[in-house]
């Protein structure tokens, strides 16, 4: 059996750390060791107590490791929209991504681009990631293939659309529902891969294509539904424009039955209190999206509005309206976002949230987003002294939470030492 022993100060949430000082809601283990069989986590304990016999050791000190970041929404076709500049979303879509998204229907381009993709993601520390692929069936094929190559957890989905884009980047709602109905046949739930159905949003979909979707969700009660919702006022009002029978935005999906507890709703910026209250009854999560936001010019989140109301939000990099696909400078603005309304991250919570939460978001934080035995082996290694900026800061540090914001504030890639999935180094 192949026996691993990582040996590093260890950081895992058991449950999201409800203060600053909420010391339980996490294990950190100064000199500790995660024993890795077989890409699982058997054991996490202090090194000096684990049994090394036969094991090979992999000395990480004095490194932080965590749980391998997630991300909840990005764009597989989109890396090289990244830094496009456009007033708006609207603009931005239709003279960029869409233009972009239509070379997507070349399959060798495909399986080029998703190297590169899952390269870029292992790169900054992201070990989980649930991704939108173009309309054509191809993309999604292309990443899911190289995905269990590695095997990497992947949640993706081709988009639909029939509408409102150019015609190389339009289905129909019967070849939509075709397409997507192969691809989960073929790819959910093999290796750790899943499907997540795509309705792009509602502007680019017909109702016919919306009763497409509506038909595969109850289908496959187990895939993940994902779509955007409430991200820009134009956007907002032309889709009720296009559906004046829904009461709102939200409306919109759940006459489709597109709202349930694995519904991720990228954005769910500008909503009413009603749709709150549709989106909590559903137990649907938004995700926070805030390089995105930011760069879009899209709005402020209001995380503590929608946690109010009971929701759990995930968060995202959602490349390439998002402008970075390190989950360390998503907490960054995400962190300004939420100071510019007053409301507080501390950096447990951050820490938390692209970890754990991000997990418990997916319903997967049996498997992913912590260091207990029984989960699967994937793993950040961070240096909080990565560039000559954040090692003269770290001179001044205060203990653990300093460590935590450095890396938050200041760090990207390059404070990625390594990074494990199913326990078999990515970097190195
Ligand atoms: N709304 C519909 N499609 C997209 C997309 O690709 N990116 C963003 N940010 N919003 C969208
Ligand atoms: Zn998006």
Redesign the pocket.
Known sequence: MNRTIIRARLLSFLREPQTPDDHTSFHYLEDGGLLIEDGMIREMADFARLDATGAKVIDHRPHLVMPGFIDT???FPQTQVIASWAAELLDWLNDYTFPEETRYADPALCAGMATRFLDRLTDHGTTTAVA?ASVHAASAEALFAEALKRNMRLITGKVMMDRNAPKGLLDTAQSGYDDSKALIARWHGKGRLGYAITPRFAITSTPAQMEAAQTLAREHPDCHIQT?LSENHAEIALSCELYPEAKDYTDIYARYGLLRENSLL??AIHLSDREIGALAEAEAKPVF?PT?NLFLGSGLFDDSRLRAAGLTNAIAT?IG?GTSYSMLQTLAEGYKVLQLQRQRLHPFRAFHWITRGNAVALGMADRIGTLEPGSEADLVVLDAQATPAMAQRMERTRGLVDELFTLQVMGDDRAVVETYVAGVPQKH
């Open positions: 929404h990005l764009h939108y955007h990228g954005h999206c995105s959602d309206g």
